[in-house]
């Protein structure tokens, strides 16, 4: 069964700090890999999606990257912003679709 | 892009009565669609998968009587918690794949956060 993992649980940084989401999972059997942003109470946006046979994806100030062969993805996110505070996860999608433990982060003002 | 509207965004119910969620694609077919579940600070896990015009395949430890699917058109699911109670609090959310795209993206509905008191 595939498991997803992510590191670290809790990250609190002040504004303006570039930082690093880190995902992996055990089986790289995957169609794509999804980053999503969750605020408390709310539902789920997607932020990047990532094709199994793609490297890395962009999208502003955040940029993904896969490596499929280790199971490991990571969430850049450049100039960190409070509004960018939020739970950060990850899923991957094979036959179904596995959700990280996600990662709570903190920008400090 | 693709649109999942679920409904109600939040409720709340006596223990004891059934409450239905409502999950439906807005602008494309869903031939499938899954509903999780997420305890608070815990990730979202997979309760079940509805199948269009079939019954729903449960995940291990998921009651199927108690929570109850009806995936009757392609565009919508329903979850009914049937004689909820206390321990059924928690934030439901679902999802669907938009057959006709070809990035194999899930997009997801924006989640009931249901109270049973």
């Known amino acids: 069964k595939q498991e997803v993992t992510q590191i670290p649980a809790a990250l609190s940084v002040p504004e303006g700090e570039n930082l690093v989401l880190n995902c992996s999972f055990t089986d790289s059997a995957i169609y794509n890999l999804q980053w999503f942003r969750q605020d408390p109470g709310k539902g789920l946006t997607s932020l990047l999606l990532i094709q199994s046979s793609q490297r890395e994806q962009t999208s502003g100030r955040l940029n993904a990257s896969l490596d499929k062969s280790s199971g490991r993805s990571t969430l850049y996110i450049a100039a960190s912003q409070p509004g960018d505070s939020a739970t950060y996860l990850c899923?991957?999608?094979?036959?179904?679709?596995?959700f990280g433990t996600g990662t709570s982060l903190t920008v400090i003002p | 892009g693709a649109v999942v509207s679920q409904h109600p965004s939040w409720v709340i119910c006596k223990s004891g009565t059934s409450v239905k969620i409502e999950c439906r694609s807005l602008?494309?077919?869903?031939?499938?669609m899954f509903w999780y579940r997420q305890f608070p600070k815990q990730s979202l896990m997979l309760m079940a998968t509805s199948n269009e015009g079939s019954k729903a395949t449960y995940e291990q430890g998921v009651e199927k009587d108690k929570f109850l699917i009806n995936h009757a058109s392609l565009t919508l699911s329903t979850l009914t918690v049937t004689s909820a109670h206390p321990e059924d609090s928690s934030f439901y959310i679902c999802?669907?794949?938009?057959?006709?795209?070809?990035?194999?993206?899930?997009?997801f509905g924006s989640g009931t956060r249901l109270t049973v008191v």
């Open positions: 602008d494309f077919q869903a031939t499938t």
């Open positions: 899923a991957v999608s094979g036959n179904q679709f596995y």
């Open positions: 999802s669907a794949r938009d057959g006709g795209s070809t990035d194999y993206g899930y997009t």
